[in-house]
């Protein structure tokens, strides 16, 4: 049974440019969230998604939307980029709101020049 | 606002001996809490939760303790193992008509030392 698994697993983009990241959740999990992990810090909510809908969002701009596609992949999509988007962005699955359920993929590293 | 704090960036332990990891947090609506631990090019691992009604949970060498009044909680490792060190994330959580969201502290990094 394959995990939660994340691609690419590193990305190097400029300033300004857009960037796709990919998530596919553990077999028989329907909600992802996602994650931004700067260096040093522990990982900040970004969204969440269940349904093909995000019904949970923290502290993030607009610039930063997703998608969940009905097998419950899902894409985390950043405008516009910032030097301050370098990070590593995680993907967790889970099955329902039980808290010690959620599964983390080994991120995407994202690295902004 | 960091409303999860570990206040310990990081942490050395002699093999065999109890880590305790320390955590601080200001908002009281979190309705549990939980420790993962990350090793590196991993994504975090749950390690155990509490509930914010409980003030004790217990599995195998690792034991959470709540202490609600002074918002503080603990993990603590017995005995520790060199396998335990990693980097450990405290996280708190609110459950609110059926969605969750999940604060994570900085981490610690704990290291075990044979």
């Known amino acids: 049974d394959a995990g939660v698994t994340q691609s690419p697993t590193h990305l190097i983009k400029t300033r300004g440019q857009q960037v796709t990241l990919r998530c596919s959740p553990k077999s028989g999990h329907d909600t992802v969230s996602w994650y931004q992990q700067a260096l040093g810090q522990g990982p900040q909510f970004i969204f969440q998604y269940y349904e093909e809908e995000e019904r949970q969002r923290g502290n993030f701009p607009d610039r930063f939307s997703g998608h969940q596609f009905p097998n419950y992949s899902s894409e985390l999509n950043v405008n516009a980029l910032l030097l301050g988007d370098s990070a590593l962005y995680l993907c967790?699955?889970?099955?329902?709101?039980?808290?010690?359920?959620?599964?983390f993929g080994p991120g995407t590293r994202l690295t902004v020049l | 606002d960091q409303q999860v704090k570990q206040n310990s960036p990081s942490l050395s332990v002699q093999e065999g001996r109890i880590s305790i990891l320390n955590c601080d947090y200001t908002n009281s609506m979190f309705d549990y809490f939980l420790w993962y631990k990350k090793y590196p090019a991993e994504g975090p691992t749950f390690l155990i939760s509490i509930s914010s009604i409980k003030d004790k949970n217990e599995d195998g060498r690792f034991t959470v303790f709540l202490n609600k009044s002074a918002k503080h909680l603990s993990l603590h490792i017995v005995p520790s193992q060199p396998g335990d060190s990693a980097v450990y994330f405290c996280?708190?959580?609110?459950?609110?008509?059926?969605?969750?969201?999940?604060?994570f502290g900085t981490g610690t990094k704990l290291q075990v030392i044979p």
């Open positions: 967790a699955s889970s099955p329902d709101t039980s808290p010690d359920t959620q599964y």
């Open positions: 996280a708190a959580e609110v459950l609110s008509g059926g969605y969750q969201k999940v604060t």
